[in-house]
C-alpha cells in the first residue's frame, strides 16, 4: 500500500509517503537515440598457460601461440644482479620462464626473487644463442631452442614492419 511505513512500531500504521528515487545521471545519447553497446562481448584471449596446453597439444598455430605469448606477463627467476637466469646444463643454455607466479614458485620455492616481463620484451631482450623453457615443473612444459626464438623475433618482425 502507499504511504505505509513498514517499519512503524506498533500503532503507527501510516506515515509519510517515501521520498522518490534518486535517479542516476546519463550519459548524452549519440545521434541516432540509441547507446552504442555491442550486441555480444568481446570473447577474452586465452590465458598463457591455456594456450601453451593448446599449442603443446596441436591444437592451436605457432602464429596463434605467439601473438597471445607477445603479449602475455612472463615470470623470470633473477638472481642478486639484473637479467635473466640461465640453465647452462642442457644442450644449448635456456632460460626458466613461467606462466604464473604459481609456476614460478613451484620451481624456484615461495621465497625466490623474480620480475615480470611480456613475452614481446622477451623476445627481445633475450641474448643470442638463447632458448628458454615455459612452466619446466609444469605439466605442459615448453622449450624453445635458439633455433625457435629466432624464428619467433623474424615473425614478430615481419607483424610490425610487413
Same mark, same amino acid.
Do not use: W
Given at each position: !500500500?502507499?504511504?505505509?511505513? %513498514?517499519?512503524? /512500531?506498533?500503532? %503507527?500504521?501510516?506515515?509519510? &509517503?517515501?521520498?522518490? &528515487?534518486?535517479?542516476? @545521471?546519463?550519459?548524452? !545519447? ?8 555491442? =550486441?555480444?562481448?568481446? &570473447?577474452?584471449?586465452? /590465458? ?7 599449442? +603443446? ?6 602464429? $596463434?601461440? %605467439? %601473438?597471445?605469448?607477445? +603479449?602475455?606477463?612472463?615470470?623470470? @627467476?633473477?638472481?642478486?644482479? @639484473? ?13 626458466? #620462464?613461467? +606462466? ?11 621465497? /625466490? ?7 614481446? *620484451?622477451?623476445?627481445? =631482450?633475450?641474448? +643470442?644463442?638463447?632458448?628458454?623453457? =615455459? $612452466? !619446466? *615443473?609444469?605439466?605442459?612444459? #615448453?622449450?624453445? $631452442? ?7 623475433? $623474424?615473425?614478430?618482425?615481419?607483424? !610490425?614492419?610487413?
Amino acid at each position: !500500500m502507499y504511504g505505509y511505513d %513498514q517499519n512503524a /512500531s506498533a500503532g %503507527q500504521g501510516y506515515g509519510a &509517503p517515501p521520498p522518490p &528515487p534518486q535517479q542516476q @545521471p546519463q550519459a548524452p !545519447m549519440p545521434p541516432g537515440g540509441y547507446p552504442e553497446q555491442p =550486441l555480444y562481448p568481446e &570473447p577474452s584471449p586465452p /590465458s598463457l598457460a591455456d594456450a601453451v596446453r593448446a599449442f +603443446t597439444t596441436g591444437s592451436m598455430s605457432a602464429e $596463434d601461440f %605467439q %601473438q597471445i605469448f607477445a +603479449t602475455s606477463k612472463v615470470y623470470c @627467476p633473477r638472481g642478486d644482479s @639484473p637479467g635473466f637466469l640461465a640453465l647452462h646444463n642442457t644442450q644449448q643454455p635456456v632460460i626458466p #620462464m613461467f +606462466t604464473s607466479l604459481k609456476e614460478l614458485r613451484r620451481y624456484a620455492g615461495k621465497e /625466490s626473487k623474480y620480475f615480470v616481463i611480456t613475452g614481446a *620484451e622477451v623476445i627481445d =631482450l633475450l641474448p +643470442t644463442g638463447y632458448g628458454f623453457v =615455459l $612452466d !619446466m *615443473e609444469g605439466d605442459h612444459r #615448453m622449450v624453445f $631452442d635458439a633455433k625457435a626464438v629466432e624464428q619467433m623475433v $623474424d615473425f614478430a618482425m615481419r607483424r !610490425m614492419y610487413g
